[in-house]
C-alpha cells in the first residue's frame, strides 16, 4: 500500500515537472514572437495629441480615417484609402489612418496587422477614454459608429459616418479641390 | 486677460459651430429624448416573444442594443448584467436587443446568441430584432446603443440616450456613470441631468 502510494507521489511530481517545462517552453515562443512583431513603432496619441492632425492648415487635402483591426467594413475600406494614398500622395493628399484598437490589443493584433497587410499610409492611435468629449469635437454630427471618415483641407472640410468605395472616395477628394 | 480672450473665442467657435450642424441633427431619424416610444414584439432566446406591455410592474426599462461580437459591447456585457441585477429590483430591468442581421455577421446568430447568454449568464432577455425592423425606429447606429425610456400617462418615453459610462473600454477607469445617473434620478423623481451622451461602437450590419 505504502509502495503504492510513494509511486502514486511519484508519478504525480514528474507529471507536474513535464507540465511547467512544457509551460516554460511555450512561453519562451511567445516571448520570440512579440520581439518580431516590434518592428512597428507606433505612434500613440490622447485628443489633444490627435488634433493637431485634424486642423492642419496648408495646401494639403487630408483624409482622415478611424478604424480598426475589429471593425469588419472598416478592413474592407482600407485597401481603397490605401489606394487614394499611392495615387494622391504626389497630388498633395495624405491620408492617415486612425486606429480605434484597444490598448492591449496594440501588440497582438493591430502591430501584426500594421505588417501584415504592408500599410504604406501613415498610421497612428488614438487612446483616449473619453469618448463622449471628442466623438463631438470631431463632429457633432458623429454618432460614434466607424468606419468614419474626415476630409478636408484649409478651407473646406466633410465628416462621414459610413463606408467608402475607392471611386466615392476618390469622387470626395475631388470635391474638395 | 488674453486667456479669458482666448476663452471667449473657443467658446464662439463651438457655438457657431453646433449651430451649422443643427440641420444635420435635426435631419436625424429615430427617437430623440422626450419621444414616446412603440412597443416592440421580439424573440427571446428561450423561443418565447416579449413586449414592453408584458412587465406590468416595470417603472421604465434600460433598453441596450447589443451583439456578440463587437469589442465594445463585449466590454460592456458585465456592466449590463451588474445594472440589471441593480436595477430591474427598483423596476428598470434591462432589455438587450441585437440589432446584425446574423447573415452580415454569422457570429450573430440565434444559436449564437444562445450560447452567449449562456456563458455570461444573462440575467435579462436577449431578443432577435428579426428583418432589422426595431432599430432604426430607435435610431440606434451601432452596437452598443444605450436608451432608457420611463413608464408615463401618455406612453414610454425616452428620457435618456447614450453611453453608459464614460469608459468604454476600461471598466477600472470609469468616472462617470451616466446611464446609472438618469436612471437615478428618474426613481426619485428628478429631470435627467445629462440626457445624451456618444460612445465609440461598431456600426449594425445589416
Known amino acids: 500500500m505504502r509502495i503504492l502510494l510513494l509511486l502514486l507521489i511519484l508519478v504525480f511530481t514528474i507529471s507536474c515537472k513535464d507540465n511547467k517545462s512544457e509551460k516554460v517552453l511555450k512561453n519562451v515562443e511567445v516571448e520570440e514572437e512579440k520581439t518580431l512583431q516590434s518592428n512597428v513603432d507606433l505612434e500613440i496619441y490622447d485628443f489633444e495629441g490627435l488634433k493637431t492632425f485634424l486642423n492642419k492648415k496648408d495646401d494639403k487635402t487630408y483624409v482622415i480615417n478611424f478604424w480598426a483591426t475589429w471593425c469588419g467594413p472598416c478592413v474592407k475600406e482600407l485597401p481603397y484609402f490605401e489606394k487614394l494614398n499611392a495615387e494622391y500622395s504626389s497630388k498633395g493628399v495624405e491620408v492617415i489612418l486612425v486606429s480605434l484598437d484597444f490598448p492591449h490589443m496594440y501588440d497582438s493584433k493591430l502591430k501584426p496587422f500594421i505588417e501584415k497587410k504592408d500599410l504604406k499610409s501613415k498610421v497612428i492611435v488614438l487612446n483616449d477614454d473619453d469618448e463622449n468629449t471628442w466623438i463631438n469635437e470631431i463632429d457633432p454630427s458623429w454618432s460614434g459608429s466607424i468606419p468614419a471618415t474626415i476630409i478636408y483641407n484649409k478651407n473646406e472640410r466633410k465628416f462621414f459616418e459610413r463606408s467608402f468605395t475607392f471611386e466615392e472616395l476618390e469622387a470626395e477628394v475631388k470635391q474638395l479641390k | ?206
Request: net charge positive.
Open chain 2, 1 to 206: 486677460m488674453m486667456r479669458k480672450i482666448l476663452k471667449l473665442i473657443s467658446v464662439f467657435a463651438v457655438v457657431i459651430f453646433a449651430s451649422a450642424f443643427t440641420n444635420s441633427i435635426t435631419n436625424y431619424q429615430g427617437y430623440d429624448v422626450g419621444d414616446v416610444i412603440e412597443d416592440f414584439k421580439l424573440k427571446n432566446i428561450d423561443g418565447s416573444m416579449v413586449s414592453l406591455s408584458d412587465y406590468k410592474d416595470a417603472k421604465g426599462f434600460i433598453i441596450t442594443f447589443t451583439c456578440n461580437t463587437c469589442p465594445y459591447a463585449i466590454a460592456y456585457e458585465d456592466r449590463i448584467i451588474v445594472l440589471d441585477k441593480k436595477y430591474a429590483p427598483k423596476g428598470y430591468p434591462v432589455i438587450a436587443i441585437n440589432p446584425n442581421n446574423p447573415n452580415a455577421k454569422p457570429g450573430d446568430s440565434y444559436e449564437e446568441m444562445q450560447q452567449r447568454a449562456k456563458e455570461k449568464g444573462f440575467t435579462f432577455p436577449y431578443l432577435v430584432d428579426e428583418g432589422q425592423k426595431i432599430y432604426p425606429k430607435f435610431g440606434a447606429t451601432k452596437t452598443p446603443h444605450n436608451y432608457v425610456v420611463e413608464k408615463t400617462p401618455k406612453g414610454m418615453v425616452v428620457k435618456y440616450i447614450g453611453a453608459i459610462d464614460d469608459s468604454s473600454r476600461n471598466p477600472d477607469a470609469v468616472s462617470k456613470t451616466y446611464l446609472e445617473d438618469a436612471v437615478d434620478a428618474l426613481l426619485v423623481g428628478k429631470e435627467v441631468e445629462l440626457k445624451k451622451t456618444k460612445a465609440i461602437g461598431c456600426s449594425i450590419k445589416v
